[in-house]
């Protein structure tokens, strides 16, 4: 598949090309031309991966509704990790991207368990070796 992707992550690719163009939360004070600039992060759940295009005066927020839409889930259902230990706590919402992101960056995310106050654990499926 592409990049080893199965369809179900492909459909969410797309989804997310057309998700990512719609509209954002953003801080019109901290847009400037150089946080125009598009920059891409991958998203990883269990065995998805969701390719993500974002600005850099993006919020987290803005992000977690994005992923929303493409997941078909409410952003308050969204947690957002920049590693795989969650001891480092989740993004926060006022937070933006600029802060802690690079261009190719690794986020992790994880849903709300479903008529639960409790979250998933971070899993992601490591790629199998050759």
Known sequence: GVFGADAADRSAVLRGRTAASSAVERDPARTSMSSLV???VRVKRQKTTTFLTVEKSDSFA??????????????????LFASADVTAGD??????VDQF?????????????EGS??????????PAKS
């Not at 803005?62 to 947690?79: E, F, M, R, Y």
């Not at 993004?91 to 933006?96: E, I, T, V």
């Not at 992101?101 to 368990?113: A, G, H, I, R």
């Open 117 to 126: 106050d409790a979250w998933e654990d971070i899993d992601v499926e490591q």
């Open 62 to 79: 803005g992000v977690k509704q994005k992923l929303g839409d493409i997941h078909d889930v409410p952003a308050s259902s969204i947690k």
């Open 91 to 96: 993004l926060q919402d006022a937070s933006y």
């Open 38 to 40: 598009p920059m891409y």
């Open 101 to 113: 992101l690079e261009n190719d960056s690794v986020l992790y995310m994880v849903f709300k368990k």
